[in-house]
């Protein structure tokens, strides 16, 4: 056998394990970790709207809030777990492709190592946190700013940012629109679904998605104003932007609308680990 026939080979193989039993739990398990991040973000930025703001809701306060429970250090390494999980997923799909007509394009590969990358920062902070038990790095609004000074001091910087920002602009608002649209049923195994159940799952998932959509969109816009600015601390992370949904003119009760629909996305997080075709 030659040598362009065993490379052959080893590529059909490590596809078939990209699309196996392992990679589908590891999915699995990454989703459904993403959902208990996202329900306890939400359920902070609730006690924030109604008056308790002592607390973070972002994944450093979402961290410490699950180990302040009963077996709190089993929880957050599980949920680290979960979140490598979620990483190795994504780098199979960058490197074979995903689910879909056109899965293995260029463009949702590209999405794919994007995702990869950031679960993998995501897990290695859980795990952080899991081996010392405190918020190492900071809260996210502490962190968005210093990686946003950092970057305004180099050449370009200014203009670095301001991309940055207009491109998670646009990424809430893919999110948002595509929540809407429900382009999340291309995904998901409609035909194991009950008529009340994926009822259900368009709730959250609508809901869930056009909320998550909004705080990214708002976040990228204090990204673009420090760069207009060329002022760090216009930048703001998740628990700085989700307060300023209480200053607007509705008053707290924005907050409260935006912190449920993170709630939703949380319970729609479940949902995809149940059913989402991996």
Known sequence: MDTSALAGTGRLRARRAARGSATETAARAGLAARGVIYLLVGALALQIAFGDGDKQADRGGALAELSQKPFGAVLLWALGIGLVGMALWRLSEALFGSVGRDGRSARKRLLA?????FYVFVAYSVLTFAVSRNQSGGS??????????????????????GA???????AGCWIGV???????????????MSHRTRQLVDITGVAGGAARGMVFAVAGVFAVRAAIDYEPDQAKGLDDTLRTFADTPLGPWLLVCVAAGLVLFGVFSFAMARWRRV
């Open 140 to 161: 996210s609004d502490q962190q968005s700013r210093d990686a946003t000074a950092r970057a305004l001091e180099i050449p370009a910087g200014q203009w670095l940012v």
């Open 178 to 192: 595509r929540a809407v649209l429900r382009k999340y049923h291309d995904k998901l195994r409609l035909g194991q």
């Open 113 to 117: 190592a994007v995702r990869f990358a």
């Open 164 to 170: 940055a920002g207009i491109g998670v602009v646009a």
